[in-house]
């Protein structure tokens, strides 16, 4: 499986944006996508995920309200929709994927499938 992030921008603390990833190759297996992010000198933190064939969400708790996860399995695409950003949302944003397995959906060891990443960063 290969995923394509893009969407990834300069916006100022308040506003919206969305990143979007594709994934291709072997996609019928994927069980759960969602979304990483990272800034420098910090481990990768979970965003939010969900599952490919149910569409239950997972979001972490700094962003639920301002994040929404969603996917088109058709287009093969996850989206996430930021809005009310803040200052502390800035990091690049890795769009990962995996296949079936028991770990919890923000388990960062599961995600066997990341992408290249994009970059947001949010100006105050």
């Known amino acids: 499986v290969q995923l394509q992030a893009s969407g990834g921008g300069l916006v100022q603390a308040g506003d919206s944006l969305s990143v979007s990833c594709v994934a291709s190759g072997r996609t019928s297996s994927i069980y759960y996508t969602g979304w990483f992010r990272q800034t420098p000198g910090k481990e990768r933190e979970f965003v939010a995920a969900i599952s490919w064939s149910s569409g239950l969400t997972y979001s972490a708790d700094s962003v639920k309200g301002r994040f929404t996860i969603s996917r088109v399995n058709a287009k093969n695409t996850v989206y996430l929709q930021m809005s009310s950003l803040k200052p502390e949302d800035t990091a690049v944003y890795y769009c990962?994927?995996?296949?079936?397995?028991?770990?919890?959906?923000?388990?960062?060891?599961?995600?066997?499938?990341w992408g290249q990443g994009t970059l947001v960063t949010v100006s105050s």
């Open positions: 990962v994927a995996r296949r079936y397995t028991t770990a919890q959906a923000m388990d960062v060891m599961s995600y066997e499938y």
